[in-house]
Nanobody
Framework: QVQLVESGGGLVQAGGSLRLSCAAS????????MGWYRQAPGKQRELVAV???????NYADSVKGRFAASGDNAKNTVYLQMNSLKPEDTAVYYC??????????????WGQGTQVTVSS
C-alpha cells in the first residue's frame, strides 16, 4: 500500500505561481510512474503531467511551458511547479502513483487532492 499526501494548493492571482508537493509513504523506487491530475467543477478528471521513476516527463498541451514536474528520491516526494497560472487552471489537483507488479497487476494510488484557485 502506498499513501500519498499532497500540499501546496491555494489561491493565487493570474500570472502567479504555486508549487504542489506529493509525499509517498514508501520508497519511490517501487513506483513505476507518478502523475498529476486535475478536476474542475462539472468536468472530468484530466491528466496534467506524468513523471517516471527515471525522471522523464510528459505534459498536457495546455500546460506545456508553464508547469514542470520533478522528483526528489531522497524525500520520496514529487512536485508540480506551476507558473503563469491562468483562471482555467482552477481545479482540485490530485497526485497519482502507478505500481506495476511482475505479473502485470497494476495498482493506482491517489492523494487526497488540493484546491488550486486562480483569480482573474
Amino acid at each position: 500500500q502506498v499513501q500519498l499526501v499532497e500540499s501546496g494548493g491555494g489561491l493565487v492571482q493570474a500570472g502567479g505561481s504555486l508549487r504542489l508537493s506529493c509525499a509517498a509513504s514508501r520508497n519511490i523506487f517501487s513506483i513505476n510512474s507518478m502523475g498529476w491530475y486535475r478536476q474542475a467543477p462539472g468536468k472530468q478528471r484530466e491528466l496534467v503531467a506524468v513523471i517516471s521513476s527515471g525522471g522523464s516527463t510528459n505534459y498536457a498541451d495546455s500546460v506545456k511551458g508553464r508547469f514542470a514536474a520533478s522528483g526528489d528520491n531522497a524525500k520520496n516526494t514529487v512536485y508540480l511547479q506551476m507558473n503563469s497560472l491562468k483562471p482555467e487552471d482552477t481545479a482540485v489537483y490530485y497526485c497519482n502513483a502507478r505500481q506495476v507488479l511482475a505479473d502485470n497487476t497494476v495498482y493506482n494510488y491517489w492523494g487526497q487532492g488540493t484546491q488550486v484557485t486562480v483569480s482573474s
